[in-house]
Nanobody, 129 residues
Framework: QVQLVESGGGLVQPGGSLRLSCDAS????????VSWFRQAPGKEREGVAC????????HYADSVKGRFTISRDNAKNTVYLQMNSLKPEDTAVYYC??????????????????????WGQGTLVTVSE
């Protein structure tokens, strides 16, 4: 059974940090590009960061560039999202998702939810005083 499970969410003050984890089971994660998405109440789901399956290439949304870092440990079948300098506007449910690479430049598709077949259930991140 293919499964992605996120963890690491919680309540943090503005300026703080969190590290999210995405653990995969039932399939080989290193054959898939993995992205993190987020969805705030009343807003559409948006792509945050993605990492390729092979060469570690990454891509970020402008809103998180320089603050968030995506990484992967293929031996553990896990992808991480290190989030620093958190802002109240980062508050959302964060999801990881996996997709077989499309064979074109990753940045053109990896932040688009429709391109992803496998999704986790999400973990809530709240940035507040």
């Amino acid at each position: 059974q293919v499964q992605l499970v996120e963890s690491g969410g919680g309540l943090v003050q503005p300026g703080g940090s969190l590290r999210l984890s995405c653990d995969a089971s039932g399939f080989t994660l290193n054959r898939h590009a993995v992205s993190w998405f987020r969805q705030a109440p009343g807003k559409e789901r948006e792509g945050v960061a993605c990492i390729s399956n092979s060469d570690g290439n990454t891509h970020y949304a402008d809103s998180v560039k320089g603050r968030f870092t995506i990484s992967r440990d293929n031996a553990k079948n896990t992808v991480y999202l290190q989030m620093n300098s958190l802002k109240p506007e980062d508050t959302a449910v964060y999801y990881c998702a996996a997709a077989v690479p499309l064979g074109i430049r990753m940045s053109t598709w990896c932040l688009l939810p429709a391109q992803f077949k496998y999704w986790g259930q999400g973990t809530l991140v709240t940035v507040s005083e």
